[in-house]
């Protein structure tokens, strides 16, 4: 016996019959699967009236002693002893409930499971009939763990010497641009895109470290130009004016 099994009884049973079964009942059982499994699983045990009420939200003795003789009648709890009053402990024990059911719930979640599949495909299928070229182009973003494996793999393969930090604002930048690349063009092909900027990357920091202080201009103006070309075609010339506040 164990919770998975009595838990997996229970609700065969609940399924079985709908017409008996109160939130109640299903916490006062599960307060009791949970008490027995804390006191090591003892055959009979103690169930004290107050705790229970407390545990389970429930205020009413009347409901709650109602409540356990359902389970009692049901077969999923041996009442040994009852208790003097409502102050003390019922003695019970847990049956091991393993009445021959047709396990109308597997098969109701099966035959469930199936027409959400089959809705979800004819779903997808009707959307995928009414594509347009634009929509079937549409970008494709991988995941960052994705993109970085990959870029560093190759790296490796082609003996660049790339970081770890670059890759990440690459892919960063790319992100921010709507996934365009510095040309402002949708990237279609992420993986063709990365092979061909690694060569840039290669070696770039060292690079900027020696380059002169015009070289640096006017790295840093293309590298801005590119920006604002990109954020016209997204959002119009007049946000990347504001933006950018005019590239002279």
Not at 50 to 79: C, H, P, Q, R
Request: aromatic content about 12%; charged content about 25%; overall charge positive.
């Amino acid at each position: 016996m164990n919770s998975y099994e009595l838990s997996r009884a229970w609700f065969d049973w609940c399924f079985e019959n709908p017409e008996k079964i109160k939130p109640n009942h299903t916490a006062l059982y599960f307060f009791c699967i949970e008490h027995c499994n804390r006191l090591g699983w003892k055959s009979k045990f103690g169930l004290p009236t107050t705790m229970v009420k407390e545990a389970i939200g429930i205020k009413s003795y009347n409901t709650y002693i109602n409540t356990l003789n359902d389970l009692v009648d049901w077969g999923f709890v041996e009442m040994i002893e009852r208790s003097k009053n409502q102050y003390s402990s019922n003695i019970i024990a847990l049956s091991n409930f393993n009445k021959a059911l047709d396990k109308a719930l597997d098969k109701a979640l099966i035959k469930h499971t199936t027409k959400q599949s089959e809705s979800t495909r004819q779903s997808i299928d009707s959307i995928d009939k009414q594509l347009t070229s634009k929509q079937k182009n549409n970008k494709q973003i991988p995941a960052y763990e994705d993109f970085k494996n990959y870029a560093l793999d190759k790296c490796s393969e082609l003996n660049f010497n790339v970081s770890e930090n670059q890759i990440n604002a690459k892919y960063q930048s790319w992100i921010a641009n709507d996934w365009r690349n510095g040309n402002g063009k949708q990237i279609k092909n992420w993986k063709s895109n990365i092979l061909n900027t690694l060569p840039y990357l290669n070696n770039k920091e060292s690079v900027e470290k020696t380059e002169t202080e015009a070289d640096r201009e006017a790295r840093e103006f293309m590298e801005n130009l590119n920006a604002y070309n990109t954020h016209k075609t997204l959002y119009g010339e007049a946000a990347a004016n504001a933006k950018f506040k005019m590239i002279e």
